[in-house]
């Protein structure tokens, strides 16, 4: 990643870096402010995270102005911009696609609904899963994917399906309309430029742990 | 991120997302190979990943010199050096503790085991969970870990367990020696800095992807 500051031409996203720590950002100012603290400073903010408080004031002032000279960051004010910063202040309607044993562990995964991400239908196209319920969900045929996706407003995709079967799923995925896929299969897509896409590949976090251990060094790493 | 060349005094690891960058050059450089290429030029090797040659000859730079001139990379010298680099070009013995719905499908997990991840132990803390099996191992409670740890020689944990026991479960793991953790559950860890942490919260992915999808930028981002 390049310094977040400079941005590619014409390019007016913040990077992923950036965003992933913003992400980090919020959560730890969510739990100061369960504690019930008002304001916390770009160093008291980064500590926990491992992160010093120059680049916490950089990622921050990617998207403006929050800070205020002799008092630092306003939480409740800071939490909200944020939430809006990431589109998190709102809900969006998702589809789970593919429901083996990941599958299953993300429809009951917490952390998606209390950020807003609601999983409203499951798909999958082996006959053996259809009907069968999960979080009082029930599974669908991939073939009611573009019906089900105009009637529940569907927005995301998490893609769950053997890598095989994944570039085909996503062709039915982008057909429909869906914005953004959150990709587990372990294989690139190709998808549309207007559509967003997420990949995550768990083998990759385990690498890049085996790399730390081989080279002696411990401390913590966001692979978020 | 800063310049992944311009490292902090002292610390010679190459940054997170060089490493994230290796693990995806390392895939696409096993396609090439199961389709028989025996070389590959830095702009093929970034094509399919949507990154430039010029990114890929820097990550590589770090370390060492693999490209020849006139014919690029030996597909197969640098998956072997790729390997190595990485720590993957041996056997990690791993221990999954937490065995929800994230843990169980993480067992499953094939991606783990075919990079040298090799999962030779689970535990958990539930007396309802003890004695069953799962992919051919019994659950173990978590006071056997410092036996079983020593006695198969377990160096890495994955933790998948509640966020409030997961301080407390960490501690048990530091001290039975074991040198990385992957860390699913949804909260930061104080270890040693010895001891290697990789941090992986699925819904900062998510969240990722709601960005993109607000601000209208499709296109492939990989979070590993």
């Known amino acids: 990643m390049a310094d ?15 965003i992933g720590r913003v992400s980090l950002y919020l959560r730890q100012l969510e739990a100061s402010q369960r504690q019930g603290q008002p304001t916390i400073s770009s160093s008291q903010l980064g500590a926990a995270l491992g992160i010093g408080d120059a680049q916490v004031r950089k990622d921050l002032a990617f998207f403006g102005q929050f800070g ?7 939480i409740e004010e800071l939490i909200a911009a944020l939430r ?12 789970m696609i593919g429901l083996g044993n990941l599958g299953r562990a993300l429809i009951k995964y917490r952390g998606f609904r209390s950020r807003g991400f609601h ?3 499951l798909f999958d196209n082996d006959p053996k899963k259809m009907g069968q319920t999960h979080s009082g ?6 073939e009611d994917l573009a019906r089900t996706t105009s009637e529940l407003g569907i927005e995301l995709a998490i893609l769950s399906v053997p890598a095989e079967a994944a570039q085909r799923v996503a ?22 430029p207007t559509v967003g896409v997420m990949a995550v590949d ?10 730390k251990v081989l080279n002696g060094q411990g401390g913590i790493s966001h692979a978020g």
Chains 1, 2 share one sequence.
């Open 84 to 95: 809006r910063i990431l589109g998190i202040d709102r809900i969006w309607p998702t589809a």
């Open 68 to 74: 205020y000279p002799g008092i630092g960051y306003r």
């Open 171 to 192: 062709d039915q995925i982008v057909a429909c309309g869906i914005l953004g896929i959150l990709n587990f299969a372990p294989v690139p897509l190709n998808v549309p």
């Open 4 to 18: 977040p500051l400079r941005q590619p031409p014409g390019d007016k996203l913040a990077p992923k870096a950036v």
């Open 119 to 121: 999983i409203v239908a």
């Open 202 to 211: 768990l083998s990759v976090q385990l690498e890049h742990l085996a790399y």
């Open 137 to 142: 969900l029930t599974v669908r045929p991939l």
